[in-house]
């Protein structure tokens, strides 16, 4: 009896816990599926007995895996192996790991086993034919795909069924029937939304494609549902490096957050790698890369990239190493030169590109991929005839890849609407209708930059020099990027080709910015694509500043800001900032920073440092090895000079109040320094400034109140607060603290700025401009104080003195064309020639293609009354009439002819000045052919031409 009651005992347990481990399979089922790994893991674990085991070591597998555990995801996957029921599941999870791994032939071997005489694991199949793919077997491949599309159009593959869905369309991507792998993953996603792999796979495939927006609509799908998925993760970071504006450090958090829950995620490695290489850091990206390699030795892709950091470096033997391990694995592997291509291009090794991809077109000549890299590389170094065969030959193999598609549609239209001026060393490309004005303007602009390049860096071209200008803001970025956008990008150089927008849409000053674009072409060939990012960008700033000082950028208080704040980067980390600034001002400080490094060089060790510098670069040396070569300083050591040079350069910020230091701060630095210092009532106050710019406004008031609580005389806090009082109407109160900080001597552009608002709310436009005047000085690199003044001198009528403010704003927003029309304008009503003479050229450099513009600048140089004004004048002149469209609507035209009768004058009267009687003549004839009774037109050719009788249009003689 005892025996039995044992038995019924556990017979009874046995009934009450298999329920149990039943539910705690289903739970683990489901924190797996939401991103819950390591709670799913251990869920398993307490279900892996009895009946359940087999499906719990399969669960285990799959956590293990996302969790980048991949050797304990093989053991357990190769444990549940030895389970009847669950072979097949078992040896695709164990397959699946060894390939993470980089155990290729044993995961073949396991896949051939699986596949073998169990023909419905179509898991098996699939993975067996990516795994054929990556070893280079493309025919054993081929039979697998082929075999999947008999299941499927026999039936054997249930199509209502999101997983077969989903096999048929990995084989339909590999077959490169993109179309059809494309629908197959959208069907098995509506068929299972938490089919993540399917999503994952899609977005790689629009990635690919250059559709970026809808790859990263597959990844955010993903998310959706399981926030912590890795590779969702590294595809958002891809993402962001493949857009056509890549925001590369939001990339970077990406691919950290990926690490996070993966650790041993290979393609979130590869990302940051990729970010490192970019900055030219390729000790950062070796150690990314060798991690990455520990994972997986055999990973072709990070082998790419491994091989990518040594071309970069200019070590052609260890790359040869590299390439020779990646043919032992796939000796078709063309994606390596692709990769690495990639990289030459981001780094302006333009012909290099050319030829990895010229290479990789050898050893696979249907990869469409490299097909359409190699039109592109070649269209970026100017052979545009090849460039676009190629292109052509990569769109006849694929019809969905966005880049190929955008560009073969741009050329058809440039044939159609463009044409090319040839001038000197320059083939400038422009739109048909711009081409007249254009032509008298930029290629003697280009001439005379390429002149003074060549001599100061020793240097010439080896060939002709492309300057390409689209009249459309999506053309000129589907020829930049392949990929219409919008942005604030004016100009690119691709060494010996300049993309920009053209100068007609008025977006900046042209001259400008071809001068600046020129300076890199001249750069990226003296050090054959190696000048870092720093460099090239801060010696084409100087490059325009010293050529016109109004040229230069006004981030002078931000770069005072970073240096006081400790945020300025040192010359070796520079190049970082670039990409991974965390705060809005980041970027603007490191073009600024980078400028006045150059400056800094030059006025401490001439240009010649700039040449040895340059052409050191080109040695594939470092920033760390080229400043103590040129300078003969220690980097360290550099670095404490430069600051305390920049410190003597922005001495007018030194006893200006600036309550906003803390912008150039990233927020989680200045958590850290509130809660370093909880009782400094500065380090509160300038969190709340860091919360006032992320828009938090509840933590910033309540920072504001804890900071005035510290210390009440703290001058941050009280104008933090008083700004406070500003926004709930405390005008009175607020007006006290204001002038309470500039009585304590806290006086500065932001105290003043707040009086001056005060003062204009009550009317007190005196007061109000006396403010704003007070605030430019203490900053005169800001816009704001000469804009309102402006708007107050309009309201007063105060036209010459509007006029002179006007003028001042003009200095600091050169390229405005809205500005530069307006002054011209106005300063022709005043009769205020010498303005327009001083402007003229500005306002030529904004909107090249403004009749009036050109036509009131020319009457301003006429007024000059020298013989060079007057050439100059006819000449601008003669744009004007360049302008002037030949078709537009009858009454339109009429007036046009007047407008036109007036500009003939003006040259007439210019060649009367200049003594050309016979040219006066001929213009004079062409003002009166456009209006016969313009009278001072009839006085001119009367002195002109004593015998000349005017008619008055009726056939009878004007008495």
């Known amino acids: 009896m005892k025996h039995i009651a044992i038995i019924s005992v ?35 674990r307490r279900s892996a007995r009895g009946a359940q085991r087999p499906e719990a070591l399969l669960g285990q597998a799959a956590a293990l895996r996302r969790l980048g555990k991949y050797k304990m995801s093989a053991k357990v996957a190769a444990r549940a192996l030895r389970l009847r029921g669950v072979r097949g599941k078992a040896a695709v999870a164990y397959g699946r790991a060894l390939m993470d791994l980089g155990r290729y032939k044993a995961a073949l071997a396991v896949l051939k086993r699986a596949v073998k005489g169990h023909s419905t694991n179509w898991a098996a199949r699939v993975l067996l034919g990516r795994l054929y793919r990556t070893l280079g077997k493309k025919l054993r491949a081929k039979v697998v795909w082929k075999d999947l599309f008999r299941d499927w159009d026999n039936g054997t593959l249930d199509k209502s069924r999101a997983d077969h869905t989903y096999y048929v369309g990995v084989a339909g991507q590999f077959t490169k029937n993109w179309k059809f792998a494309s629908d197959a993953y959208q069907e098995a996603v509506k068929l299972d939304p938490k089919l993540y792999q399917a999503n994952i796979i899609w977005g790689y495939l629009f990635m690919e494609k250059y559709n970026v927006p809808e790859a990263e609509k597959c990844f955010d799908d993903v998310l ?23 925001k590369k450090a939001l990339g970077r958090k990406h691919a950290l957050r990926a690490l996070a829950t993966n650790p041993n995620l290979v393609e979130a490695m590869l990302y940051l790698a990729s970010m490192d290489m970019y900055d030219k850091e390729y000790g950062r990206a070796l150690i990314w890369v060798d991690r990455a390699l520990k994972v997986n030795p055999n990973h072709l892709r990070a082998l790419a990239h491994l091989g990518a950091i040594h071309m970069l470096r200019g070590k052609q033997k260890e790359l040869a190493k590299v390439e020779a391990r990646v043919r032992k694995i796939n000796s078709a592997y063309s994606d390596f030169f692709t990769i690495i291509a990639k990289f030459a291009d981001r780094h302006h090794q333009y012909p290099e590109a050319v030829r990895l991809l010229r290479k990789a077109k050898a050893m696979d000549s249907n990869d469409e991929k490299a097909l359409a890299a190699l039109g592109v590389a070649l269209l970026r170094v100017g052979k545009e005839k090849d460039g676009l065969f190629w292109l052509n030959e990569a769109w006849k193999l694929d019809r969905f890849n966005h880049q190929t598609m955008n560009l073969l549609n741009l050329y058809d239209d440039i044939k159609k609407r463009f044409t090319t001026i040839k ?10 209708d711009e081409a007249k004005v254009i032509g008298r303007y930029v290629p003697k602009l280009l001439r005379g930059a390429l002149a003074r390049y060549m001599k100061k860096y020793r240097w010439k071209p080896p060939g002709p020099i492309g300057v390409e200008l689209y009249d459309r803001q999506a053309d000129f970025t589907v020829r930049t990027f392949g990929e219409p956008t919008h942005g604030g990008i004016l100009g690119v150089c691709f060494g010996p080709v300049i993309t ?18 020129l300076a890199h072409t001249v750069h990226i060939a003296i050090s054959r694509g190696r000048v870092p990012r720093w460099f090239t960008e801060g010696l084409a700033e100087y490059e325009t500043i010293i050529r016109r000082p109004e040229w230069r950028r006004e981030h002078r208080l931000d770069t005072y800001r970073a240096i006081t704040m400790g945020q300025l980067k040192g010359v070796v980390e520079v190049n970082r900032a670039f990409t991974h600034s965390k705060t809005p001002k980041g970027v603007v400080i490191a073009y600024y920073q980078s400028s ?12 010649g440092a700039i040449n040895k510098a340059l052409r050191m670069y080109g040695k594939s040396r470092t920033t760390r090895e080229v400043i103590p070569a040129i300078t003969g300083l220690g980097v360290q050591e550099f670095d404490r000079r430069f600051r305390s040079w920049m410190l003597g350069e922005l001495k007018i910020y030194r006893k200006s109040f600036d309550p906003y230091a803390a912008m150039v701060v990233d927020l989680h630095v ?4 509130a809660k370093k210092s909880p009782r400094s009532a500065r380090a509160v106050a300038n969190l709340a400034v860091g919360y006032m710019l992320r828009r938090k406004i509840s933590k910033m008031k309540q920072a504001i109140a804890r900071a005035m609580k510290l210390d009440p005389k703290d001058p941050v806090a009280r104008y933090l607060q008083a700004s406070l009082d500003m926004r709930s109407g405390k005008h009175k109160r607020a007006e006290q603290t204001y002038r309470s900080l500039v009585k304590g001597g806290h006086d500065g552009y932001w105290v003043r700025m707040q009086l001056a608002r005060i003062a204009r709310q009550r009317k007190d436009y005196k007061g109000a401009l006396a403010q704003l005047e007070r605030a430019h000085r203490l900053d005169p690199e800001r816009t704001a104080p000469l804009d309102i003044r402006a708007r107050i001198l309009k309201k007063l009528k105060r036209d010459l003195e509007l006029l002179k403010e006007l003028c001042r704003l003009a200095r600091l927003r050169e390229g405005n064309a ?18 327009v003479r001083k402007l003229g050229r500005q306002g030529v450099e904004s909107q090249p293609l403004n009749l009036t513009i050109h036509e009131k600048y020319a009457w301003a140089l006429k007024a000059a009354k020298t013989p060079a004004a007057y050439r100059a004048a006819i000449f601008e002149f003669q744009s004007a009439l360049y302008v002037i469209p030949d078709a537009m609507p009858p009454r339109k035209r009429a007036w046009m002819k007047k407008k036109e009768a007036w500009i003939h004058l003006g040259m007439a009267e210019c060649w009367a000045a200049l003594r050309e009687p016979d040219r006066a003549l001929r213009a004079v004839r062409a003002a009166l052919a456009r209006s016969s009774n313009l009278a001072r037109a009839i006085r001119l050719r009367k002195r002109l031409d004593p015998t000349y009788r005017p008619d008055d249009g009726q056939g009878g003689l004007v008495q």
Do not use: C
Not at 17 to 38: C, E, H, N
Not at 234 to 241: L, P
Not at 423 to 432: L, N, T, Y
């Open 10 to 44: 556990v017979a009874v347990t046995a009934l009450v816990r298999v329920p149990v481990a039943r539910a705690d399979l289903a739970a683990a089922r489901a924190s797996l599926q939401r991103g819950d790994y390591k709670l799913a893991l251990a869920e398993y």
């Open 500 to 517: 920009a927008l053209s100068p007609s849409l008025g977006r900046a000053s042209w001259a400008m910015v071809l001068t600046h674009e």
């Open 596 to 607: 006045q490094l150059i400056r800094f060089i030059v006025a401490k060790w001439g240009f």
């Open 423 to 432: 001038a000197g060393r320059f083939r400038i490309r422009v739109a048909k």
């Open 818 to 835: 809205r500005l530069m029309y307006t002054i011209v304008v106005r300063a022709t009503k005043l009769r205020r020639w010498d303005i």
């Open 670 to 673: 200045l958590l850290a320094r």
């Open 224 to 246: 959706k549902y399981d926030p912590n998925h890795a590779e969702a993760w590294a595809g958002k970071a891809w993402v962001e490096w493949n857009a056509a504006r890549p």
